[in-house]
């Protein structure tokens, strides 16, 4: 299983050319899902980090109401409802909201990263030192 640290590496890495990015799609950018919970935790705690440390921010997205930043504090709140939020579909092998509903779609807020400037320094950086996708 992949440790906090290398979550965190990944999760920059892959946000440094997106600039963002919503959770659900993230998540099988940084790893293979296998659908164990532990994954999730291990998710959740990176980016509680990364957004701790002013690496990402959290903003919150769907059609109607298009892009909402969320303060650190909210966005926290929004980071910890993941481990509820998200179900392994094992037919799919993907992790996905449970929230999501459709047709139509897009409708639920979702929780979407986004790079700040300090996340883009320290990104640049892993890139330039380990490659791109370097875990693959």
């Not at 890495?13 to 296998?34: Q, R």
């Not at 999730?40 to 002013?54: A, D, H, V, Y």
């Not at 966005?75 to 392994?88: R, V």
Request: proline fraction near 6%.
């Amino acid at each position: 299983m992949i440790n906090i640290d290398e979550m965190k590496k990944r999760i920059l890495g892959t946000l440094e050319e997106a600039g963002n990015e919503c959770v659900i799609s993230l998540l099988p950018d940084v790893i293979d899902p296998t659908g164990d919970r532990r994954e999730l935790e291990i998710l959740t705690r990176s980016l509680r980090e990364l957004l701790s440390e002013g690496s990402i921010s959290i903003r919150m997205t769907s059609l109607p109401h298009g892009r909402q930043p969320l303060s650190a504090v909210d966005g926290l709140a929004e980071i910890d409802k993941l481990s509820s939020n998200y179900i392994f579909n094992t037919h799919e092998r993907c992790w996905e909201d449970s929230r999501s509903e459709g047709p139509p779609y897009f409708q639920i807020p979702e929780p979407e990263v986004v790079l700040t400037k300090t996340g883009r320094e320290k990104s640049v950086a892993l890139l330039e030192k380990l490659g791109h996708e370097w875990w693959r």
